[in-house]
Every structure is written in C-alpha cells, then in structure tokens.
C-alpha cells in the first residue's frame, strides 16, 4: 500500500502567497533562516539605536536653541523697553507709530526672529488704545491663550512650543512674550517668534545620515552572514548528500577532513562511522550468503538421503497392515514425519531463494476467486475434523489482477491453513474484495485469537506462540513467513490483527499491477468487529 512520504513538500495554501512561499523555503533552508532572524535582529537593534540617537540629538538640539531664543529674547525686550522709555511722543498717534518702528525693527530672519508683535493686555484697563503693532500678521493666532494668560500674569520671559506657517508647509518654532509698558497706553505684551527651521534640517539630514549608513550596514551585514553561513554549512550539507548515498548502499563514500575544527572533527567522525557500517554490513552480508548457501545446500543434500528414507517408508507403509498393531503405528508415524521433513525442505529452499533475491515469474491477469476455493477445498476435511465450517463472502464479482499464481495460491493456503490449525471448532470466514487499484481476501476464525503483541510477531521465522501446542495440519513454522515474502513481492501487504482469546483476523492485499499504490478494498478487522476495535460495546 502506497503511503505518504515524510519528506515531500508541504503545500502553502495560495491565499498565503509570496510570504507564505517565504516561509516554505525558512522551513527547508537553515541558511536562509538564520540570514533573515540576524538581519531582523540587527534591524531592530539599530533602529532602537537610530531612535534613541535621533530624539536625544533632536531633544538636545532644541534645549540649545530655546535657551538661545531666550537669551535673544531677554536682550530684545530689554532693548524695547528701553526705546519706549526714551520715547518722546506726547500723543496716542505718535505713541503708535513708535510702536511700529518698534515692533518691526525686531523682526531679523537671520537671527531666526520670523515674527513679532505687541498685544494690549488683557488686565490692562487704561483708555488709550493703539493699533496692536504685528511684523508678519499670519503669526498673529501663535501665542495660545493659555500663554497669554501666564504672560499678564506673571513676570520675565515665558515661551511655548509652536508650529509656524510657511508657504504650504509647518516649520517648528517657539514664541517667547514678556511684558512691557507703553507710554500713554499702559501695560502690553511683546512676544517674538523664532523659528527651528535650520535645527529641524540638521536633525533631517542626520535621520538621512543614519538610514543610509543603517541600511548599507544592514545590507553588509545579511551579505556577510549569508557567506559564512553557506561556508560553514557547506561540510554539513556534504555529510547529509553522503548519509543519503550510504543509506542508498553506496559504502564506500567518505568526506574529505579538512582542518582541525569541529567541522573537521564531524568530518572524521562520519568517515568512522561509515567505515565501520561498511565493515559491519560486509559481514553481515558474507554470514547471509554463508547462511543462504548453507541452507540451499543442507536442502539438497539432503534430499538424496530422504529420497532413500521415502522409498523404504513407503514400503513399510503399504505392507503395515501386515505388521502387529506397535509396528503398524511407527510405519504410520514415519510417513507422516517424512511428509512434513520433506514439506519443511521446500520451505526452506524456498526461503533460500527469497533470501537469494527470487523474482517474480508466470505473472498473468486472473481472478483471485478460483485459488480461494481451490485452499478452501483443500482445507475443508481439516476443518470438518475440529469442527470447524467456512463461510464465504464476496465471491459474487470478479477480483482479477496481475499477480504469480503459485505464490499468491500458497499465501490463501497458508491463511486457510493457519486458521484451521487455530479454530478451535469456530468458523472460519474467508472474504473476497476488490477496488480500482486491488484486490484481497481476509481469513478470520474465532478460535484462540491473537493479541497486538503475537500480531506483530506471527511473520517471524519458526516463530511460535505456545511452543507446546501440537500441529494438527503439518505445519513447518515458516509458512507465514514466505506468505509475508510473497506478499511484499508483489508490492503488496500481508496484515494481522486480533484479540486474545477472541478472534485472530489476516489480510492479503495485492495491487492489481505489481509493486503499484493502491487503497485497500478490504479492512484487516472485520465491520462486525470493528466496533468492538473502537470500544463502543455491543
């Protein structure tokens, strides 16, 4: 039966696409993985770098700067002040086109004052009112009222963070007002503008900098990390390619030990180790051979002897009614030890052979029906003497498929057989399946079962449950391992399942073309038992 191969690929669904194909290839791809878990890491390092070096720079460069526009501030009120001290105008009019003067002759860019302007205060309840001097009347709405509100109230220079309208644009700035006096119209509030536009293009052009210098060496570092990493996994991949040859039987494969590293040492290491696998299976497969040969010819020697043996027990055998009753018994015996010796000899050539390598010959289409009755026909009177009946099933259709018919009808023998020597007078159920890709017959009896443990050990060479149990059909102990053999060269499967004491259940499944993927037409646990398989009770 054809089963799923652990190291096919595992299919992303479509939905994940391009990321999903990335994953795929870090799954299968170590060098990929750990260039791409270093390139993050390194990302997130230095961008935390990146941001912790910016607003420390940009938090720096501002202190100095509002420190400046203060320091500029203080010397600017006071000089205006001082003006508006000195002033000699005696009218409203006169006061307000000082004002003016005043006020504009503050504004200096390349200072980076953008913006100045006197406003009344909102305290001041003098009766002499003058046009509020503005330089730049888009600045007029900056100070917000919560600093005007501290300005009146308070004393010496208070500033604010603001953004300044610039064509289009929003440049940072801070708005720094102070309280004078005017003469004849009392108290009035200075406030200066003054914009960070050129600290704002040291901190661009640093954050330019940074990105730049970050990706190159993001960018080097990937580079860099993706060579080693091919470099030193290279021997790695060179001992998997060899595992996967000797694996395959090529024992002769050996990595080249370059260096004294750990590399080096993994390199020695496998070469001892395939050495010393090559070693270990050269002489398994001489003591096989050894074996093989030895049974094959132990098989044909002594088949001369026993043809003696036979030819002289035969004739004792038809002349033992001639004999008193003990001797009539040891003739009868001697035939029937002859005939399982002789039977034992042909399993063991036979395994010889399948050991050797047999292949498959007479391979043609037929029906599996007609080598099922043909074993059930020959076990019928063994069974009949336990007790025990055969009920067929799935006989009514065809279950034809290509298969060696001397091998297959040994295997249904060897099943019927089996279950004849363990029915214990319970029937016998022999069921035919058969599907597009194969066919199979199950033996079942409900005699002395089979636990998972015999299950898995009832394919095993001379291998028996109770060695005490007498055989009642002849026997040799290797006729369900030859089964298995047949089986499997075919390409098909030989299955065993029970429960102690219950029922003991076999499956012979066989592609309908040899050595092909099939889906079993039939389960090794019968549908009537299948729930009891299941724990769900009667």
Not at 122 to 131: A, G, H, K, N, T
Not at 422 to 436: F, K, L, M, Q, Y
Request: hydrophobic content about 45%; proline content about 5%.
């Amino acid at each position: 039966m054809s089963s799923p191969d652990p190291r096919r690929r595992v299919q992303i669904p479509s939905r994940f696409g391009r990321l999903g194909r990335l994953f795929e290839r870090m799954r299968r791809s170590l060098v990929l993985r750990v260039t791409l878990i270093t390139g993050a890491a390194l990302t997130l390092a230095l961008a935390a770098v990146a941001l912790y070096v910016s607003a420390t720079v940009r938090t720096g460069l501002f202190d100095e700067r509002v420190d400046q526009a203060l320091g500029d501030a203080s010397w600017r009120t006071s000089q205006t002040q001082s003006r508006l001290d000195q002033t000699s105008a005696n009218t409203i009019e006169q006061v307000q086109g000082s004002t003016y003067e005043i006020v504009w002759s503050l504004v200096e860019p390349g200072s980076g004052v953008v913006g100045a302007m006197l406003l009344r205060s909102p305290s001041e309840v003098s009766e002499q009112i003058i046009l509020e001097p503005i330089a730049n009347a888009e600045l007029r709405d900056l100070p917000s009222q919560e600093l005007r509100t501290a300005v009146d109230e308070g004393s010496g220079l208070l500033w604010q963070s603001v953004g300044i309208p610039a064509g289009g644009t929003v440049q940072p700035g801070v708005v720094v007002g102070s309280k004078v006096s005017v003469p004849l119209a009392g108290s009035h509030e200075l406030y200066l503008v003054y914009t960070l536009e050129p600290e704002q293009r040291t901190v661009d052009l640093m954050m330019r900098t940074i990105l730049i210098a970050w990706t190159a060496l993001i960018a080097m570092v990937v580079v860099i990390v993706w060579i080693m990493m091919w470099r030193v996994l290279r021997p790695v991949r060179q001992a998997a390619l060899s595992a996967e040859r000797l694996a395959a039987g090529v024992l002769d494969v050996r990595l080249n030990v370059v260096g004294e590293d750990e590399l080096a040492t993994l390199a020695r290491s496998f070469n001892e180790m395939a050495g010393s696998l090559q070693s270990q299976i050269t002489q398994l497969e001489d003591l096989s051979r050894l074996q093989q040969r030895f049974v094959s010819d132990v098989s044909h020697e002594l088949r001369t002897p026993l043809t003696t043996i036979r030819m002289a027990a035969d004739m004792l055998y038809r002349a033992r009614e001639d004999f008193d009753p003990v001797t009539r018994r040891s003739a009868e015996l001697l035939a029937a030890q002859l005939d399982r010796f002789e039977s034992m000899l042909a399993d063991l050539l036979e395994i010889s052979r399948i050991d050797a390598g047999a292949m498959l010959v007479g391979i043609e289409e037929q029906d599996l029906r007609p080598l099922v009755r043909r074993a059930v026909e020959l076990g019928t009177p063994l069974a009949e003497r336990g007790g025990s009946v055969f009920r067929l099933a799935g006989m009514e259709d065809a279950a034809t498929a290509t298969f060696d018919e001397v091998r297959v009808e040994r295997i249904v023998r060897n099943l019927v057989l089996n279950a004849v020597e363990h029915a214990e007078g319970t029937p016998i159920d022999v069921t035919v399946g058969s599907n597009d890709s194969a066919v199979a017959v199950r033996v079942t009896d409900g005699g002395v079962g089979i636990s998972p443990e015999t299950a898995e050990r009832v394919f095993d060479r001379f291998w028996r449950k109770d060695p005490a149990r007498a055989r009642t059909t002849g026997g040799t102990g290797l006729g369900l391992a030859i089964a298995l053999e047949d089986a499997r060269m075919h390409g098909g499967t030989l299955e065993a399942w029970g429960e102690e004491g219950i029922v003991a259940s076999f499956l012979l499944t066989l592609p309908k073309q040899p050595l092909s993927a099939f889906t079993p037409p039939l389960s090794v646990v019968p549908p009537a038992l299948a729930r009891l398989v299941q724990g769900e009770g009667p």
